[in-house]
């Protein structure tokens, strides 16, 4: 197994609903654990919520998430952005991601040409996760 890179978000109550939607974003095979199925939690309350989400696709993509414990702090913030990026061969699945991610958010960038060739856009999905998607522009001969 190689050493791989994964977002890890952390949710409110809502990672289940999260990961439900990342899987109609992306496709791939979910895995989910409670913090019941562990008896991770002493809090009844907390038995339904999400202690391990990941979600890994036939393409290489994993994402993971979990809901905070009610006794931790949650501090939803805009210091962490999930980035996307591929080649322009990948135009239409990336596009699709796209596509997928701003409906129910919001674009803060649209995707488009961008100034060093590629195509590049930002949103922030209904969940209040950002996302960066880099489509890298055709290669010009040297």
Request: proline letters at 6%; one cysteine or more.
């Amino acid at each position: 197994m190689t050493t791989r890179l994964n977002p890890y978000i952390s949710f409110r109550d809502n990672a289940r609903d999260a990961i439900n939607f990342y899987e109609s974003v992306f496709g791939g095979e979910k895995t989910l654990s409670t913090f019941g199925d562990y008896q991770a939690s002493q809090d009844p309350a907390e038995a339904d919520k999400v202690m391990h989400a990941q979600l890994t696709t036939p393409n290489g993509l994993t994402l993971m998430a979990a809901d905070t414990p009610n006794g931790m702090e949650y501090n939803p913030g805009n210091n962490m952005s999930v980035s996307l990026s591929g080649e322009a061969a990948d135009e239409p699945e990336l596009r699709g991601y796209w596509d997928k991610l701003v409906d129910g958010g919001t674009v803060t960038m649209p995707l488009e040409s961008a100034p060093w060739g590629d195509t590049f856009g930002m949103c922030v999905d209904k969940f209040g996760i950002a996302w960066l998607v880099n489509i890298a522009g055709e290669q010009q001969a040297q």
